[in-house]
C-alpha cells in the first residue's frame, strides 16, 4: 500500500519566517501527492495536489510544496509564515481504488 | 452553507448501544467517503461510495459497521454494539467526479462511548 510519513510532531516557527512541514512517500508506481490543513473546530481543507509536471505546486493561501523524486519527499513550504496559519497539517497519498492515505499530522504553532 | 454537513458534531453513548451518524455531502459531487480519525492520527479511510453504490470498504470496517447510501444523496454509518475503541472522530467527505482526489470534509462527528 501507498503511504506517507511526517517526522515532525510539532513544528514552531516565528511570524514572518520561511514554514516548512515535512513529508516523504512511499509509494510504487507514480505517487499522487496531496496537503490538507485542519484549522481548530473545522473540517480538514484542501490545499494544494501534485499529479504530475512541474515539481514545484502552488496552493491555497500562500503554500506551495516541492516534489523531489531522488528523496521522495513532497515537503509543503510557506514563505513567510502568518499566525493564522497555525493548524495541523496533513500530507496525503493516493492509494488504491483511487481512496487517500493521510500521515498522522504536524502541528504548526506560528509564533507572534 | 454548501459544504459537508454532518449530524450530529458530538455523540456520548454508552457500551453495546448502537448509533448512527448522517452525512449530507455538496449537492453535485458523485464521490463520498467515510473516514475515522483519532487523536494524534492522521484520517484513515472507512469506506466510499459512488453514486448509491458502495466501492470499497477497509478492513478496519468491521461487521458492526455499515454504511448506506441510499438515493446516492446524503449517507449514513451506523455503528452497532459500540464499544469503547469505537470513540473517535469519524469524518465525511465528498468529492466531484471531475476531480475526485479533491475532497471536501465536513467538521464530523466525535463519538465518545463510555
Known amino acids: 500500500a501507498q503511504s506517507v510519513a511526517q517526522p515532525e510532531d510539532q513544528v514552531n516557527v516565528a511570524e514572518g519566517n520561511p514554514l516548512t512541514v515535512k513529508c516523504t512517500y512511499s509509494?510504487?508506481?507514480?505517487?499522487?501527492l496531496f496537503w490538507y490543513v485542519q484549522y481548530p473546530n473545522r473540517g480538514l481543507q484542501f490545499l494544494l495536489k501534485?499529479?504530475?509536471?512541474?515539481?514545484l505546486v502552488k496552493g491555497s493561501y500562500g503554500f506551495e510544496a516541492e516534489f523531489n523524486k531522488s528523496q521522495t519527499s513532497f515537503h509543503l513550504k510557506k514563505p513567510s509564515a502568518l499566525v493564522s496559519d497555525s493548524a495541523l497539517y496533513f500530507c496525503a497519498v493516493r492509494d488504491v481504488g483511487g481512496r487517500l492515505a493521510f500521515g498522522k499530522g504536524n502541528q504548526v504553532v506560528v509564533i507572534p | 452553507d454548501t459544504g459537508v454537513s454532518q449530524d450530529p458534531r458530538h455523540k456520548i453513548t454508552k457500551r453495546g448501544q448502537n448509533v448512527t451518524f448522517r452525512c449530507d455531502p455538496i449537492s453535485e459531487h458523485n464521490r463520498l467517503y467515510w473516514y475515522r480519525q483519532t487523536l494524534g492520527q492522521g484520517p484513515e479511510f472507512l469506506t466510499y461510495f459512488q453514486n448509491e453504490a458502495q466501492l470499497e470498504k477497509s478492513r478496519l470496517l468491521s461487521d458492526r459497521f455499515s454504511a448506506e447510501r441510499p438515493k446516492g444523496s446524503f449517507s449514513t454509518l451506523e455503528i452497532q454494539r459500540t464499544e469503547q475503541g469505537d470513540s473517535a472522530m469519524y469524518l465525511c467527505?465528498?468529492?466531484?467526479?471531475?476531480?475526485?482526489?479533491?475532497?471536501?470534509f465536513g467538521s464530523g462527528t466525535q463519538l465518545s462511548v463510555l
Open positions: 509509494v510504487s508506481g507514480n505517487p499522487y
Open positions: 501534485y499529479i504530475t509536471g512541474d515539481n
Open positions: 467527505a465528498s468529492s466531484p467526479s471531475g476531480d475526485s482526489e479533491k475532497l471536501f
